[in-house]
């Protein structure tokens, strides 16, 4: 398994603002992924955080939305930026142990934000 | 068509019951199967993979059936501390797809 672990637990943010949200996990891993859970929805893969180079966006998901760095192969971050009610929700970091194919996923405790 | 569906509950089942959910996926080559379980607020841990002959971790087993597209877990002897959310998940070209997830509660 992998520890991960991400801060903030949870906040409380204000229309228009941005929060940046840090994953760092115990060793290295070469795949890292940002998801987002809505209440009572499964997750949606926003992202795979790519080290040293722009992450990849999936569908519906864009940089200047949700900008992501990766500067090596333990830490990353997500910002939510210029928040509306609508971005309320848990983010999740993840982690792919194994082989790509074949690995499993493990997930950090996420960060539950809620946007007023 | 969704890439993983689910039943999503939720079932009720009285302790010591046996429960099985089924998941169905669209993509044919897919490569890689799982159940995980999530806990009310909660992140998603694994339970196990699934592997094409079936396997079984003590009261859980897991089977997969390539020519029909469907995943199953069967929970056993069911207990209160079974009661989550479970989520069948699908690894298809290197992105793992999560089904919405079948709400089990298991009452005393």
């Known amino acids: 398994s992998a520890v991960i672990s991400q801060k903030p637990s949870r906040d409380i943010c204000q229309r228009g603002t941005s929060l940046t949200i840090q994953c760092q996990v115990d060793?290295?891993?070469?795949?890292m992924f940002w998801y987002r859970q809505q209440p009572g929805q499964s997750l949606t893969l926003i992202a795979t955080a790519n080290q040293g180079s722009e992450a990849t966006y999936e569908s519906g998901f864009v940089i200047d939305k949700f900008p992501i760095s990766r500067p090596n192969l333990t830490f990353s971050t997500l910002t939510v930026s210029n928040m509306s009610p609508e971005d309320s929700s848990i983010y999740l970091c993840?982690?792919?142990?194994?082989?790509?194919?074949?690995?499993?996923?493990?997930f950090g405790e996420g960060s539950r934000l809620t946007v007023l | 068509r969704k890439e993983v569906e689910q039943d999503p509950g939720p079932f009720n089942v009285p302790e010591g019951a046996t429960v099985a959910f089924n998941c169905t996926y669209s993509n044919s080559a897919s490569q890689s199967f799982f159940w995980y379980r999530q806990d009310c607020r909660k992140e998603p841990k694994l339970l196990m993979s699934?592997?094409?002959s079936g396997n079984e971790d003590g009261r859980f087993t897991a089977q997969l059936n390539r020519a029909s597209q469907y995943i199953s877990l069967l929970i056993r002897d069911s207990k209160l501390s079974d009661s989550a959310t479970y989520l069948c998940v699908v690894l298809n070209f290197n992105k793992f797809y999560f089904g919405s997830g079948t709400k089990l509660n298991v009452k005393p």
């Open positions: 993840s982690v792919l142990r194994g082989e790509y194919g074949t690995g499993e996923l493990f």
């Open positions: 060793s290295q891993v070469t795949m």
């Open positions: 699934v592997y094409s």
